[in-house]
């Protein structure tokens, strides 16, 4: 089956920040996910380079769009690699074949009729490239994300019928109470369609930067059309020579987080509805991470937790851990460095750390090397059964939160089962050998299989665990306790999350 999972793009008018990563951690666990279960896959993020957010930052700084669209592009797309990102492409939507496709799927909506020419007048927040209804503006005519002035403006230019969708929007909710996640995010986009749709500015008249219109020279798409149609454009040109749209199209999966929910369920479906396209699966709509404080993160407030700090004090895997397991994805939820130690301390170095180098060092002492071949413990076969169906069945509806809460709770099943059988007892007793062995066994299959299950949250630990045990494999049938039994020879594992001093 194909699986297609898009983060949004990133407005270059800024460095990445953690907010970014977070996408980009919780898309990529679920691609390798699916990648282990054997789907075909597509993973995409990118960048948004186009319209005033990009302008207006370019000209504050005295450069030309371009010249900080390429020198912004160039951080976010070094900024999945440092994540491990297993991203299959990076679009950027000054790419020429993005903007040609951006060309050729409007000019199809013009041409059905979906457009007409008229003045619009109103409220505009330059950094959010959004227009404004009156009923959620601050006091102060400010924006209600960014609190900056919103500009009048009044220009003529190219609107796209979007309240002509009304009815075909309502059907789409109505048969697909799954078409965007969690269900509170569901609630609101239906509620806001329910209170009515107002047609919507397709392009901008005075605005340079953007995509020319080919039926109007006078102006350029507005960047928001422009920008959410990247998730369709990219497939055309991703891979020199091949066209992946029949195989991937429609999305799977476009995570996004809330404030940009609007664009996302209501213009996009309608979009596409009016180009003739498929609509995608499901959009699920992500929280914010918030300071410490549990205020918004700004720098201004001094809560800010960089990504590249956490990744040189703790490592990729650690801050991918923390993030799907302490903020529970779809939720809003504060973050920090305290909360990043002691999540590495007790979880990954005192947990699942001292899990494995307490297998391999036993295997190693009591059993030269070798993993012992025996009866793998009926008990933690129970317990271990249903959790690979359970895990994916929860990444299928996009919970890895709610997944990796299972799977540590056999994490700490494990480190239980130690105390309980004391294999340093059991090694002073000959005549018991055989449930040594027994132990042995058990402690590395459930070692084995939940590094399998852990391995789309930290693909650096689990690969190193691994291969440690003598069982590098990863595909999730392998996820399965009791598809190894015995015969590996360990090998010495330095600690996985060394403890900080
Ligand atoms: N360019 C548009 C998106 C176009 S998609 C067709 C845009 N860019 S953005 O750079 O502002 O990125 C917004 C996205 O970054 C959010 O939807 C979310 O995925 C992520 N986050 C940015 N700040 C965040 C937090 N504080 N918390 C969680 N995610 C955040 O909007």
């Known amino acids: 089956m194909s699986f297609y999972i898009t983060t949004p793009i990133y407005y270059v008018n800024a460095q990445p920040h953690l907010g970014h990563a977070y996408t980009i951690i919780a898309s990529d666990v679920l691609a390798r996910h699916m990648r282990q279960r054997g789907e075909d896959v597509f993973f995409l993020t990118g960048t948004d380079e186009h319209g005033e957010p990009v302008a207006d930052a370019a000209r504050a700084q005295g450069l030309e769009p371009k010249e900080l669209a390429d020198r912004n592009a160039a951080r976010f797309q070094a900024l999945a690699p440092q994540l491990e990102a297993s991203n299959d492409f990076f679009i950027r939507t000054s790419d020429e074949p993005h903007m040609a496709a951006v060309q050729a799927v409007l000019q199809r909506v013009h041409d059905n009729g979906h457009t007409y020419k008229g003045i619009y007048e109103g409220w505009y927040c330059p950094r ?22 919103l500009t009048r403006e009044q220009e003529e230019n190219w609107f796209f019928r979007l309240s002509t969708f009304q009815q075909p929007l309502e059907q789409l909710y109505a048969d697909h109470p799954d078409f965007v996640m969690p269900e509170h995010h569901y609630n609101e986009a239906r509620s806001f369609i329910g209170q009515g749709l107002q047609d919507v500015s397709l392009t901008r008249a005075r605005l340079k930067w953007g995509v020319p ?14 920008a959410l149609l990247n998730y369709y454009t990219a497939l055309s040109y991703a891979r020199p020579g091949e066209n992946l749209t029949t195989r991937f199209w429609p999305a799977t999966y476009h995570i996004i987080g809330k404030d940009i929910l609007k664009f996302h369920t209501v213009f996009w479906p309608a979009l596409l509805m009016a180009a003739e ?66 999540r590495y301390e007790s979880e990954l170095a005192n947990e699942y750390g001292n899990l494995a180098s307490r297998t391999i060092a036993m295997v190693s002492r009591y059993r030269d090397r070798l993993v012992p071949e025996a009866e793998l413990d009926p008990t933690l076969a129970a317990e271990f059964e249903v959790l690979p169906s359970q895990v994916s069945a929860l990444l299928d509806c996009a919970e890895p939160t709610q997944a990796l809460e299972l799977i540590w709770q056999r994490v700490r099943r494990l480190n239980r089962y130690v105390e309980e059988r004391a294999p340093w007892q059991l090694a002073k007793e000959p005549a018991r050998a055989a449930e040594l062995d027994q132990t042995l066994a058990s402690l590395s299959e459930g070692v084995r299989a939940l590094s ?36 590996a020879t360990v090998r010495a594992l330095e600690p996985l999350f060394p403890k900080h001093t």
């Open 128 to 149: 959010c490239a959004d227009f404004k209804v009156e009923n959620e503006i601050l006091e102060g005519n400010l924006c209600p994300i960014h609190e900056i002035r």
């Open 213 to 226: 219109v080919p039926w109007d020279s006078s102006q350029v798409f507005y960047v928001w059309f422009d």
């Open 277 to 342: 396209l498929a609509l995608p699966h499901h959009v699920f709509v992500h929280g914010f991470l918030l300071g410490a404080d549990g205020r918004k993160m700004s720098k201004s407030l001094g809560n800010v937790l960089d990504p590249f700090e956490v990744i040189d004090r703790y490592g990729t895997d650690a801050l991918r851990f923390y993030l799907m397991r302490d903020v529970a994805f779809g939720g809003d939820g504060a973050v920090g460095m305290d909360a990043v130690d002691s």
């Open 452 to 487: 399998v299950m852990l391995h789309p949250y930290m693909p650096a630990a689990t690969t190193r665990l691994l291969e440690a045990l003598g069982r590098s494999g990863t595909a999730f049938t392998a996820a399965r306790f009791g598809t190894q039994n015995g015969g």
